[in-house]
């Protein structure tokens, strides 16, 4: 199984339509990309904890350094995520997101 996580953190002008819209399109590749068996999309808490390590340590994040939304794909096989990174649905969406992200970190692990 490989996961593919994403964190981004949006304009601060985006409306609730907006945002409603890019999520059902994430979502959206739930249904098109063949091995792409959950995706998971949730919004920030904002009143727990985040943080980083430096030098061994937990330094707090907070404003600029957190993100708004994590998206996890998780696919059946390094094929299959091979195949999304190469598919319509997701090129879309990373055009999307380039239009309405202030930044954002998209890591693959696989479990």
Do not use: H, W
Not at 7 to 18: A, Q, W
Not at 45 to 61: F, K, L, M, T
């Amino acid at each position: 199984m490989v996961l593919r996580i994403i964190l981004f953190k949006v304009v601060p002008e985006l409306t609730d339509d907006d945002v409603s819209g890019l999520l059902s399109l994430i979502g959206a590749a739930r249904r098109t990309v063949r091995g792409l068996q959950r995706v998971d999309i949730g919004r920030l808490v904002e009143d727990a904890a985040g943080y980083r390590i430096e030098g061994g340590e937990p330094v707090e994040v907070s404003g600029s350094c957190r993100y708004d939304y994590a998206v996890v794909f998780e696919f059946a096989s390094r094929e299959d995520l091979d195949r999304y990174l190469e598919s319509p649905i997701q090129e879309l969406m990373r055009k999307r997101l380039a239009e309405v992200i202030v930044s954002a970190v998209a890591c693959n692990y696989e479990v």
